[in-house]
């Protein structure tokens, strides 16, 4: 078993045996890694993405806060008047606040998709 194991300055040296390619790139390799590996574009790439889902995440907010205003409930049992109990109060808001978001969600994917085509 012993025999078997390779010490890291083993390894070292069998590493530094290997042939390099000591020719440099050609335009098109280095227009190929450009292509693979744009930092520019990655970074550009989840920009994008982080502002998308923040701003996913601001508009489920601003929803929320306004179904969590108390000028809403009174407004709510007027409207509905079997919302006079508290936990169905809770009940509808809560179904007004996904469907309110769902909505919103779903248009601004809609807009951003008709947009880019």
């Known amino acids: 078993m ?11 040296l069998l590493l530094k045996d290997l042939p390099t390619d000591t020719i440099p790139p050609t335009t098109e390799e280095k227009e190929i890694l450009t292509w693979l ?4 574009e990655k970074a550009q790439s989840s ?23 108390p000028v809403l409930d009174p407004f709510l049992q007027s409207l509905l008047p079997f919302t006079q109990h508290p ?20 248009s601004s994917l809609l807009f951003r998709s008709s947009s880019a085509a």
Do not use: C, H, Q
Not at 37 to 40: C, F, R, S
Not at 47 to 69: C, N, P, Q, W
């Open 2 to 12: 012993e025999g078997t194991k390779a010490t890291t300055s083993d390894t070292t």
């Open 47 to 69: 920009t994008k993405t982080l502002v998308l889902e923040f701003r996913g995440a601001l508009v489920l907010a601003v929803v929320f806060v306004l179904f969590s205003i």
């Open 87 to 106: 936990w169905i109060l809770l009940l509808i808001k809560a179904i007004f606040f996904a469907l309110t978001a769902w909505i919103l969600m779903n």
């Open 37 to 40: 590996y744009n930092p520019t």
